[in-house]
């Protein structure tokens, strides 16, 4: 364990600083040791999920807050996946395919991005309830077996009616299993009463034939635009990618009038998210992977009160655009009633981003 104190430099790997830079897109696996981590503000903490042998998001929200990792030199990692894809809406699952991961080929029409398919293996939506039990006080924990390797785990939850389970709602349906997996019911750590409840799920798999998730295994590197996917065998599957962009600045294509005669103004972007129905339960694949955060351009207006884009800066670029932006706020210093709205694009991208590591 490395120690050390106020004023006290401590390295990583022998450097005299404990700052990792990154461009969007690059990652850093931290070395051996216990360490608090900070992510930068569009940087992820990131572990290696043992079941589907992927990195998965930590700090999805990029919210400043710092998180204890006990790295092995290979299970955590800094990810700066600004302006990179990091997974896929399946609106058309296709059919006839070969159920199994990694049978269809997905290939990303820019960024160099790498995908793993899964064919098949969904649990259904609807689990049954054997026995509903007696003497909840609190809905238990409901924990369903992972699938083979390279498949994504079903979750699920439920209510909890006079001590007895009432529902269960399916979070997500997984992919690739081969089996229907047992669900295990564990109490909630303050129930000391609650006992016999059974839940089972259907021995009839969903999505045979059909792709029920598909992730990347590699995020290859920043965009400017969304790609397009093809997959082999075609049939007819279709998907959108999910992003994850950041402003990078702003066009403008009508500076309008009345923002204030050379005075301040504030671009605000909301988070873009991605539309579209899902053919299965599953957000982790998809809406879920990020907490997005609304991105904030700063800039002067003209002397005779137009936005213009000369010395506009980004102040926050965001987090988690899932897709290009096509709706903002802008807000005007001063002036009267605004008498012709002013019209801007907005540019996304990646951005490098500084975190920090702690040796505790």
Same mark, same amino acid.
């Given at each position: 364990? /490395?120690?050390?104190?106020?004023?006290?430099?401590?390295?990583?790997?022998?450097?005299?600083?404990?700052?990792?830079?990154?461009?969007a897109?690059s990652?850093?696996?931290?070395?051996?040791?216990?360490? /608090?981590?900070?992510?930068? !503000?569009?940087?992820?903490?990131?572990?290696?999920d043992?079941v589907?042998?992927?990195?998965?998001?930590?700090?999805?929200?990029s919210?400043?807050?710092?998180?204890?990792?006990?790295? +092995?030199?290979?299970?955590?990692?800094?990810?700066?996946?600004?302006?990179?894809?990091?997974?896929?809406? *399946? %609106?058309?699952?296709?059919?006839?395919?070969?159920?199994?991961?990694?049978?269809?080929?997905?290939? &990303?029409?820019?960024?160099?991005?790498?995908?793993?398919?899964?064919?098949?293996?969904?649990?259904?939506?609807?689990?049954?309830?054997?026995?509903?039990?007696?003497?909840?006080?609190y809905?238990?924990?409901? =924990?369903? +077996?992972?699938? !083979?390797?390279?498949?994504?785990?079903?979750?699920?939850?439920?209510? =909890?009616?006079?001590?007895?389970?009432?529902?269960?709602?399916?979070? +997500?349906q997984?992919? $690739?299993? %081969?089996?229907? !997996?047992?669900?295990?019911?564990?109490?909630?750590?303050?129930?000391?009463?609650?006992?016999?409840?059974?839940?089972?799920?259907?021995?009839?798999?969903?999505g045979s034939?059909?792709?029920?998730?598909?992730?990347?295994?590699?995020?290859?590197?920043?965009?400017?635009?969304v790609?397009? @996917?093809?997959?082999?065998?075609?049939?007819?599957?279709?998907?959108?990618?999910? /992003?994850?962009?950041?402003?990078?600045?702003?066009?403008?294509?009508?500076?309008?009038?009345?923002?204030?005669?050379?005075?301040? @103004?504030?671009?605000?972007?909301? !988070?873009? *998210?991605?539309s579209?129905?899902?053919?299965?339960?599953?957000?982790?694949?998809?809406?879920?992977?990020?907490?997005?955060? &609304?991105?904030?351009?700063?800039?002067?207006?003209?002397?005779?009160?137009?936005?213009?884009?000369?010395?506009?800066? =980004?102040? +926050?670029? $965001?987090?988690?655009?899932?897709?290009?932006?096509?709706? @903002?706020?802008?807000?005007?210093?001063?002036?009267?009633?605004?008498?012709?709205?002013?019209?801007?694009?907005?540019?996304?991208?990646?951005?490098?981003?500084?975190?920090?590591?702690?040796?505790?």
């Amino acid at each position: 364990m /490395m120690l050390g104190g106020q004023g006290i430099a401590l390295g990583l790997r022998g450097n005299k600083s404990n700052a990792v830079s990154l461009g969007a897109g690059s990652g850093y696996n931290i070395p051996p040791n216990n360490y /608090m981590v900070t992510p930068g !503000p569009y940087s992820s903490l990131q572990y290696l999920d043992p079941v589907t042998k992927v990195w998965r998001t930590i700090g999805a929200s990029s919210s400043l807050a710092p998180y204890l990792a006990d790295s +092995d030199g290979g299970n955590y990692r800094l990810k700066n996946l600004s302006g990179c894809v990091i997974g896929a809406l *399946i %609106t058309n699952a296709g059919s006839g395919l070969t159920n199994g991961i990694g049978t269809v080929t997905i290939a &990303a029409s820019a960024g160099g991005s790498a995908w793993t398919s899964v064919v098949g293996g969904a649990i259904n939506a609807t689990v049954a309830i054997t026995t509903a039990g007696t003497l909840y006080t609190y809905p238990p924990i409901l =924990v369903i +077996d992972a699938p !083979p390797v390279g498949g994504i785990q079903a979750t699920a939850h439920c209510t =909890v009616t006079g001590g007895a389970i009432a529902s269960v709602v399916v979070d +997500d349906q997984g992919a $690739g299993y %081969t089996a229907a !997996p047992k669900i295990t019911v564990i109490n909630d750590p303050r129930d000391t009463t609650g006992s016999g409840g059974v839940l089972t799920v259907n021995a009839t798999l969903a999505g045979s034939g059909t792709l029920t998730a598909m992730y990347p295994t590699d995020n290859g590197t920043a965009l400017t635009a969304v790609p397009t @996917f093809t997959f082999s065998p075609a049939s007819t599957i279709a998907a959108t990618a999910v /992003m994850n962009f950041v402003a990078t600045g702003i066009t403008v294509g009508v500076g309008g009038a009345v923002y204030g005669n050379a005075q301040p @103004f504030l671009v605000c972007v909301p !988070p873009a *998210i991605v539309s579209g129905a899902s053919v299965l339960v599953n957000p982790r694949t998809h809406t879920g992977l990020t907490m997005p955060r &609304a991105s904030w351009i700063a800039g002067t207006s003209t002397v005779g009160g137009a936005v213009t884009a000369t010395g506009a800066v =980004v102040t +926050d670029a $965001g987090f988690g655009h899932q897709a290009v932006p096509n709706g @903002f706020v802008i807000i005007g210093g001063s002036g009267g009633p605004v008498t012709t709205s002013a019209q801007v694009t907005v540019t996304v991208g990646g951005i490098t981003d500084v975190s920090y590591l702690q040796p505790v």
